[in-house]
C-alpha cells in the first residue's frame, strides 16, 4: 500500500489531529485539532512560495543553437526542507498557483460557522497534490452504535494535474489512498479552476455545499432504514446475525444514493 507522503529523511510533509495515520509519518497533535496556521508549520506546507516560470526550448541545427519560447510555464516552488527551488510540473498561461496557505485560509472562511475543525493536511507525491481536511462538528450514529463522521476536504494540485476542489466525505483523509477513495465516493463535490476567480469564490462554495447537514440526516435516516430492512429480513430467513449487521452497514456506510 503507497501511500505518497511527500519526506526527507525522518520528516514528514503532514500534520494530524488526535489520531495517527496508518503510516505512522508526519505530526501529530494529540488531544487536539490544529490552527490553519500549524497546518502550515507543523505539515512542512507553509512558504513554498509556488510561482511560474516561462519555459523555452532549445533546438540544434547546422546553423547552431536556437533558442523557442514555449507557450507554457513550468509551476516551482520552494522546497520546504531544502529551501532550493524545484519544478513541480507544466501549466498554460492562464493558471495562477493557490499558496497553501490560501487552501487553507479558503476552508478556515468556508467553515467559519460550521464548528468544523482541522483535521488531517499533507503533501503527497512531492509537492504536486496537497490536502486539508476539516471534520464537520455533528457525527452520525448509525444502528445505534456506528458512529460516521464527516469531513470537508480540500484537495489542491500544484502541477495543473487538477482543479481545486471541495468534497464533502466520510472518509479521513491521510494518505494518497484515502484521497483517492474520496475522489470515488465522495458525498458532494464542488471545484475551481486555477485562474483569477479562484480566491473570490468561498459565497459560490458555501452555497455549492449547502446541502451538507441536510445530506447528514438524510443520510442517517436512509442508513437507519436499510438497517430495520435488513434486521426485517433476518427475522424470515434466520442467517448468521453478525453476518446480517456487518453487511447492512457496509451498505449504510455508502449514504443515500439520491443525493450523490
Known sequence: MTHHIETHGDLAAAVFARQDAWHRLGTTVAGRAFTAEEAMRLGHLGGWNVHKVPLSANVLDEDGVTTLDVPAFATVRTNPFTQRPEALGVVGSGYLPLQNEEHAEFLNLLADESGAIFD????????????????????????????????????NSHDGSSAFRLVVTPVRVVCANTQAAVLRDHVSSWSIRHTSNAKAAVQAARDALGLTFAYAEAFQAEAERLLEQE????????????????????????????LR
Not at 434486521?231 to 439520491?258: F, K, N, Q, T
Open 120 to 155: 488531517t493536511a499533507g503533501s503527497l507525491r512531492g509537492g504536486r497534490q496537497v490536502f486539508v481536511t476539516m471534520r464537520l462538528p455533528d457525527s452520525l450514529v448509525i444502528g445505534g452504535t456506528d458512529r460516521v463522521d464527516l469531513s470537508i476536504a480540500a484537495l
Open 231 to 258: 434486521e426485517d429480513r433476518r427475522a424470515v430467513l434466520r442467517p448468521d446475525p453478525g453476518h446480517v449487521r456487518h453487511d447492512a452497514r457496509r451498505r449504510a456506510a455508502s449514504g443515500p444514493s439520491g
